[in-house]
């Protein structure tokens, strides 16, 4: 049952409602931080395409991905009691930015109508010049604010003020003297924000991303921020509202200045890793194995210069002996726990096993009692971590199990069911403030044609429900991937009853549920991976066996990478390797070499066959460069650990799972 129906609006019962209130201004009248907003929560993985910078003792963010969304949140999280964008208010942000060219501006914060792309509010840069932008309503076209000679390209810290109040705009820079500008008209007072996002440092896309680093960003409602400033000792690096992981520059300068840049103070330690917390704020530590230089922030070490790593050869690092013969293994990080890895086990006694890196080797931490389990799935929803079982039972109902980590006993405790048919799979996702699941059912009985089912959380019972079902034939594997502002799920569809060749569908998420984007031809597909390498997207998908109406089934047959075509706005073949019953493929990089790793599990005689790692040779695609033998290898995994790079593979046929160190030059 889909939930994607058009939603019904009556708007004189709206009104009354309004106006029976009293006024409240859409948000609160504080200083509203625009980059912690963006910002993961302390203690989480900042984004890859996020890169905390010092620069000059100071640390700022920098966008590194050519799709500069990492950054981003929807308008309704701020405006919270109407949709409109304050008439009076305060910008402040603190920058650096390198010389900016003739005729290239970049965007310091955007306010975007989500569908249309329509720009609501810029502010935006350019050489020696800062640019207020809006889109006031009705068909006045775009304003624009623009105060020349600012001297904010020059790539040094800068703290700026831009605040507005109806027809006037001024700008403070390092709490100087202020500009004034009046304007024609007053800013827009009914700005409506309803739909729309903002973006830190970008547009959305990749034309006009700011390039320089942001240490603070802040949205003042009401008010001149600059008295909240000014006067300060550090003018260019004043103050208001700065990200907690940015806040506390590890190198402070003396009360007269430092003689010497800030980096020619600190200390380094060689050796073994040394703790990070509070008292060794600030310090450094040089990693000889790695050849890298790591700066601790009070909590944990930050990468400042890493020698880019480059595959040497694959060695056998650890047995693992699971339960029973494993279907999948999914590796995740608990904060302030460690690195754990939870084991898809076929007994259901004693169950699935739950391992816990110690000491360099995975060891056995807790055991979860499980039927057929086929795969776990490792998701947070505000900070709480869960893992759920794609479970397959021989009675009905047959349900799979979420489960929440508990924090106090340090266990996964059993938190809700989900009915589910021949599981074969979970992902999980979000999309703005919403977090989801969705399940690959694989049959009902023999009957393969059977919808699988997207459940979205509920933040006021706080449980999963149901909120779209999609046709799936056989399903065996989900992928969700972002590109752009665009949201997607690829299903592998492995059998429709009938034969193994058929279509696996993309879905694209619009206006409010997923639907189909484009169908791919597949052969018994069993799993996707999607990548992206130098800004381009690719997807590959794991092909297992071709039935035969006149003979033994095929399985040694190709696997297919796919690439996304701008123009045509399709994934289109890019490269076909041929695979032996291929189950799951798997994207890793070492240094800025890229790498796809297969699992073959049988080629129709034996389960004993080299498992095959490619690396990315542009022009070429991707090459064989080493083959790893496995037996019934089902899924690899690749995890980084201060002990270096691993691969894990797991087995379906075997108890024996293996773990690979990938050595490095």
Not at 434 to 439: E, G, I, M, N, T
Not at 467 to 471: D, V, Y
Not at 546 to 551: A, F, I, P, T, W
């Given at each position: 049952m889909s939930v994607c129906r058009p939603l019904l609006v009556t708007w004189a019962l709206l009104t009354c409602s309004v106006w029976s209130q009293s006024w409240r201004p859409c948000t609160d009248l504080f200083p509203i931080d625009l980059l912690s907003r963006a910002l993961p929560p302390p203690g989480q993985t900042t984004p890859t395409q996020v890169q905390m910078v010092q620069s000059r003792g100071s640390r700022g963010i920098r966008l590194t991905s050519l799709v500069p969304t990492a950054l981003s949140f929807t308008a309704s999280q701020i405006f919270t009691n109407c949709d409109y964008f304050p008439s009076e208010f305060s910008l402040v942000a603190t920058l650096k930015i390198q010389r900016l060219r003739m005729k290239t501006s970049q965007y310091i914060l955007s306010v975007v109508k989500e569908g249309s792309a329509s720009l609501l509010l810029g502010l935006r840069i350019s050489e020696n010049r800062l640019h207020l932008l809006s889109m006031p309503p009705g068909a006045g076209g775009r304003r624009r604010i623009s105060f020349k000679n600012v001297g904010l390209d020059d790539n040094?810290?800068?703290?700026?003020?831009?605040?507005?109040?109806?027809?006037?705009?001024?700008l403070t820079v390092d709490c100087g003297l202020p500009v004034e500008l009046k304007q024609v008209q007053s800013f827009p007072s009914t700005l409506n924000t309803q739909g729309s996002r903002f973006f830190i440092g970008s547009r959305g896309h990749w034309k006009g991303r700011f390039t320089g680093l942001l240490r603070q960003l802040v949205l003042l409602p009401g008010s001149d921020a600059t008295p909240r400033l000014c006067p300060n000792s550090e003018p260019s690096l004043a103050e208001l509202s700065v990200p907690q992981v940015l806040r506390s520059s590890p190198l402070q300068p003396d009360q007269q200045g430092s003689v010497y840049p800030y980096e020619a103070e600190a200390r380094v330690t060689a050796g073994e890793r040394p703790p990070c917390s509070g008292p060794e704020k600030g310090q450094l530590w040089f990693n000889v194995q790695r050849k890298g230089l790591f700066i601790c922030d009070g909590r944990m070490w930050r990468t400042l210069l890493q020698s880019k790593e480059r595959l040497d050869y694959v060695e056998d690092y650890q047995d693992l002996y699971t339960r029973s013969e494993t279907f999948d293994v999914e590796v995740f990080s608990i904060p302030s726990e460690g690195l754990f890895m939870a084991a898809a086990?076929?007994?259901a006694r004693p169950g699935s096993g739950v391992y816990r890196w110690r000491n360099g080797t995975f060891q056995l931490y807790q055991n979860i009692s499980t039927q057929e389990a086929r795969a776990w799935k490792h998701f947070t929803i505000n900070d709480k971590v869960f893992l759920v079982v794609a479970d397959i039972r021989k009675a009905e109902p047959e349900l799979s199990v979420v489960y929440r980590w508990n924090r106090r006993q340090k266990r996964f405790l059993r938190y809700q069911t989900l009915e589910t048919h021949a599981a074969q799979d979970w992902e999980a996702f979000?999309?703005?403030?919403?977090?989801?699941?969705?399940?690959?059912n694989h049959r009902r009985a023999s009957d393969h044609n059977i919808p699988s089912v997207i459940y979205r959380w509920n933040p006021e019972t706080k449980l999963f429900e149901v909120?779209?079902?999609?046709?799936t034939f056989g399903a065996y594997d989900w992928e969700f991937f972002t590109i752009g502002p665009y949201h997607f799920l690829v299903v592998a569809n492995t059998f429709d009853g009938q034969t193994t060749t058929i279509s696996s569908t993309i879905y694209v998420w619009l206006d409010g549920c997923f639907r189909t984007f484009q169908n791919i031809t597949t052969v018994g597909a069993t799993d996707w991976e999607m990548f992206q390498i130098d800004g381009r997207f690719f997807l590959?998908?794991?092909?297992?066996?071709?039935?035969?109406?006149?003979?033994p089934s095929l399985y040694s047959i190709n696997s297919t990478v796919y690439e996304l075509n701008i123009f045509t706005q399709t994934f289109i073949r890019f490269q076909d390797i041929l695979t032996h019953s291929a189950v799951d493929w798997e994207f890793f990089t070492v240094g800025d070499e890229k790498f796809l790793v297969v699992a073959n599990s049988h080629d129709g005689s034996s389960y004993s066959l080299n498992s095959v790692v490619y690396r990315w040779q542009g022009y070429?695609?991707?090459?064989?460069?080493?083959?790893?033998?496995?037996?019934?290898?089902?899924?690899?995994?690749?995890?980084?650990?201060d002990e270096g790079s691993f691969l894990l593979y797991s087995s379906a046929t075997s108890r024996l799972s293996k773990v690979f160190r990938l050595r490095t030059y």
């Open positions: 040094r810290w800068h703290t700026l003020v831009l605040a507005v109040t109806g027809r006037y705009a001024t086990n076929r007994d979000q999309i703005h403030n919403d977090s989801f699941l969705v399940v690959a909120n779209q079902t999609l046709s590959a998908v794991a092909n297992s066996q071709q039935l035969s109406s006149r003979g070429e695609g991707f090459v064989p460069v080493h083959s790893l033998p496995t037996f019934g290898c089902r899924d690899w995994e690749h995890f980084s650990t």
